[in-house]
């Protein structure tokens, strides 16, 4: 993380050599779960072994040592390292897909970035912040401002936040070193509690032009980066990509691992039933196996559903097919739609489990808090996701 000048990984590595390795990663993820949680961030070790492994070069070009990779391999990657450590997984995905927004810039930033270190990342917050302090001066920008929930930000070489510039405060981007901010630490949830997604702060921080972006901006870099990376496919997706599935993907993870769990312990598991006399094998029992097949055929339902979608997309990248407004928002329904799939799964799962999941070391009691947290997320919402998708289902077709 600190040795800018280590070689990047093995350029021909596969789909299936980072799958493999995430596999391989995720009984070890498992054991440090429990610290994971308590730590309230992912260790370094965890860090380096995930460098090391490619995944933060799945979706990055070529020419900055990258694997450019899929869509699906992202959600592949990220599926699997959730059934280990949620918080793991999101901190890769954040980290993996936020690597992007690079390629918004031009092509003296993206070497200014990953020219000397392959492996940097962005994390940040892109929600905008209308309250930042920004005062323009010869060759930039002097910024100042807080921003919430910057997950990964623990490891992330640059951090990037929205800031209002210009009489009417039109909302930029600014990519930030990550040494030049102060973090607060007040990341305290009830689940994800892994990911590190502390409070950033900027004071009198000097943003020069070449690291500032309008929006309208990003849109045209992104169409620019296709010329600069030709092979790369994921830069014919619409920008910003709704096709990672990097958030509900940690959710279904967490949720398979919840199932694996109970069906691991079912056969020797009891409850205590004063009323029926006694203890009872909970495998022994027809509730039980009722609530189980709901819970893991939902989990596979919501597994089959971020594949196939995130397949589709990387296929319709490669054959350069543009996205409408019903694809957009049929995407979205759809994080939404296995995110809450995976919670209903995780609770099936917890009530049957009963009390024992109040112990805050249990996998099911962390997988519980990781899927509803992840639930909150805005990205996430149901009810707007719902609203969004009949919209554009029920637009009337353009004439002409």
């Given at each position: 993380?600190?040795?800018?000048?280590?070689?990047?990984?093995?350029r021909?590595?596969?789909?299936?050599?980072?799958?493999r390795?995430?596999?391989?990663?995720?009984?070890v993820?498992?054991?440090?779960?429990?610290?994971?949680?308590?730590?309230?961030?992912?260790?370094?070790?965890?860090?380096?072994?995930?460098?090391?492994s490619?995944?933060?070069?799945?979706?990055?070009p070529?020419?900055?040592?990258?694997?450019?990779?899929?869509?699906?391999?992202?959600?592949?990657?990220?599926?699997?390292?959730?059934?280990?450590c949620?918080?793991?997984?999101?901190?890769?995905?954040?980290?993996?897909?936020?690597?992007?927004?690079?390629?918004?810039?031009?092509?003296?930033?993206?070497?200014?970035?990953?020219?000397?270190?392959?492996?940097a990342?962005?994390?940040?917050?892109t929600?905008?912040?209308?309250?930042?302090?920004?005062?323009?001066?010869?060759?930039?920008?002097?910024?100042?401002?807080?921003?919430?929930?910057?997950?990964?930000?623990?490891f992330?070489?640059?951090?990037?936040?929205?800031?209002?510039?210009?009489?009417?405060?039109?909302?930029?981007?600014?990519?930030?070193?990550?040494?030049?901010?102060?973090?607060?630490?007040?990341?305290?949830p009830?689940?994800?509690r892994?990911?590190?997604?502390?409070t950033?702060?900027?004071?009198?921080?000097?943003?020069?032009?070449?690291?500032?972006?309008?929006?309208?901006?990003?849109?045209?870099?992104?169409?620019?980066?296709?010329?600069?990376?030709?092979?790369?496919d994921?830069?014919?997706?619409?920008?910003?990509s709704?096709?990672?599935?990097?958030?509900a993907?940690?959710?279904?993870?967490?949720?398979?691992?919840?199932?694996?769990h109970?069906?691991?312990?079912?056969?020797?598991?009891?409850?205590v039933?004063?009323?029926?006399?006694?203890?009872y094998?909970?495998?022994?029992q027809?509730y039980?196996?009722?609530?189980?097949a709901?819970?893991?055929g939902?989990?596979?339902?919501?597994?089959?559903?971020?594949?196939?979608?995130?397949?589709?997309?990387?296929?319709?990248?490669?054959?350069?097919?543009?996205?409408?407004?019903?694809?957009?928002?049929?995407?979205?329904?759809?994080y939404?739609?296995v995110t809450?799939?995976?919670?209903?799964a995780?609770?099936?799962?917890a009530?049957?489990?009963?009390?024992?999941?109040?112990?805050?070391?249990?996998p099911?009691?962390?997988?519980k808090?990781?899927?509803?947290?992840?639930?909150?997320?805005?990205?996430?919402?149901?009810?707007?996701?719902?609203v969004?998708?009949?919209?554009?289902?029920?637009?009337?077709?353009?004439?002409?």
């Amino acid at each position: 993380m600190d040795d800018q000048n280590r070689q990047p990984p093995t350029r021909n590595r596969t789909a299936e050599d980072v799958v493999r390795d995430a596999e391989d990663f995720v009984p070890v993820l498992r054991a440090l779960a429990v610290r994971t949680d308590e730590e309230r961030r992912i260790s370094d070790d965890i860090y380096r072994r995930m460098e090391d492994s490619g995944f933060f070069h799945i979706l990055k070009p070529k020419k900055y040592g990258g694997l450019e990779l899929t869509e699906e391999v992202h959600a592949r990657v990220t599926m699997t390292l959730a059934q280990g450590c949620a918080s793991t997984a999101w901190v890769f995905s954040i980290l993996d897909a936020d690597n992007s927004l690079f390629l918004c810039y031009p092509e003296e930033v993206q070497d200014e970035v990953w020219g000397t270190d392959s492996y940097a990342t962005l994390a940040g917050y892109t929600g905008f912040n209308p309250r930042a302090k920004v005062e323009g001066v010869d060759g930039g920008y002097r910024v100042s401002g807080s921003w919430a929930f910057c997950s990964g930000s623990d490891f992330s070489t640059w951090l990037v936040f929205v800031i209002p510039i210009g009489e009417r405060g039109e909302p930029h981007v600014i990519i930030v070193p990550n040494a030049l901010a102060t973090t607060v630490d007040d990341w305290f949830p009830t689940g994800m509690r892994g990911t590190g997604s502390r409070t950033k702060v900027l004071e009198d921080v000097f943003v020069p032009k070449r690291h500032v972006l309008s929006f309208p901006a990003l849109q045209e870099g992104w169409v620019a980066s296709r010329e600069l990376h030709p092979t790369f496919d994921m830069l014919h997706t619409t920008f910003p990509s709704y096709g990672k599935f990097e958030f509900a993907g940690v959710a279904v993870g967490a949720a398979i691992a919840a199932v694996d769990h109970f069906a691991e312990h079912a056969a020797s598991s009891t409850r205590v039933a004063h009323a029926l006399g006694g203890d009872y094998r909970l495998a022994d029992q027809d509730y039980a196996a009722s609530e189980f097949a709901q819970a893991s055929g939902d989990v596979l339902m919501a597994r089959c559903l971020v594949e196939r979608q995130s397949r589709d997309i990387a296929e319709r990248t490669r054959q350069r097919v543009p996205s409408s407004e019903l694809d957009l928002a049929t995407w979205n329904r759809n994080y939404s739609l296995v995110t809450r799939t995976a919670v209903g799964a995780v609770n099936r799962i917890a009530a049957l489990i009963g009390a024992k999941t109040g112990n805050p070391a249990h996998p099911v009691s962390r997988a519980k808090r990781d899927v509803e947290m992840l639930a909150h997320h805005v990205t996430l919402n149901w009810r707007q996701a719902s609203v969004q998708y009949l919209a554009a289902a029920t637009k009337p077709a353009a004439e002409g």
